[in-house]
Every structure is written in C-alpha cells, then in structure tokens.
Nanobody
Framework: QVQLVESGGGLVQAGGSLRLSCAAS????????MGWYRQAPGKQRELVAD???????NYADSVKGRFTISRDNAKNTVYLQMNSLKPEDTAAYTC???????????WGQGTQVTVSS
C-alpha cells in the first residue's frame, strides 16, 4: 500500500499563488509516476499535471505556463506550484501515485483550492 498526504490548499485571490505538497509513504519503492488531479463541483475529475520518476512532466493545457510540478524522490514528495491562479482553478486537488509493480493507482484525501475573483 501507498499512503499519500497532501497539504497546501487554501483560499487565495485571483493572480495569487499556492504550493501543494504530497508526501508518499509505504511501498514507495514501487511508485512510478505521480500527479495531481482536480475536480470542480459538477465537473469530471481532470489531470492537472504529472511527473515520472525520472522527471518528465505533462500538463493540462489550461495550466501550462502557470503551474509547475516537481518531485523530490529523496523525500518521496511531489509538489505543485500554482501561480497566476484564476477563479476557474477552484477545485478539490488530489494527489495520485501509480504503483508500477502492482498496477494500482493510489489517491490522497484531497485538498481544497479556492480562488476568489
């Protein structure tokens, strides 16, 4: 099993910044890609960004140039730096980790990001 604990959400004004963190524990040796997803009320969950163990990144078009995902393998932690936040970024953000040995996805409990206009 992999446990994921997120932190860093909150309320921010449009144009502001937040940094999310997700710390992994448990079967950390089997974790491959990690990422962040978000779900706004009434909408489907969507991928925000993900990063491989080697550092290759992928972003949703809506956040390119504003968000940066990074990873510290020594600390088993993935970060999401969110700049130039917009009201449409308001959502519950959830951390994801993929177990490459067992082919399983693990999810954190989620952290709320609210951007006021």
């Amino acid at each position: 099993q992999v446990q994921l604990v997120e932190s860093g959400g909150g309320l921010v004004q449009a144009g502001g910044s937040l940094r999310l963190s997700c710390a992994a524990s448990g079967r950390i040796f089997s974790i491959g890609a990690m990422g962040w997803y978000r779900q706004a009320p009434g909408k489907q969950r969507e991928l925000v960004a993900d990063i491989t163990r080697g550092g290759s990144t992928n972003y949703a078009d809506s956040v390119k140039g504003r968000f940066t995902i990074s990873r510290d393998n020594a600390k088993n932690t993935v970060y999401l730096q969110m700049n130039s936040l917009k009201p449409e970024d308001t959502a519950a953000y959830t951390c994801n980790a993929f177990d490459v040995d067992w082919g399983l996805d693990y999810w954190g409990q989620g952290t709320q990001v609210t951007v006021s206009s």
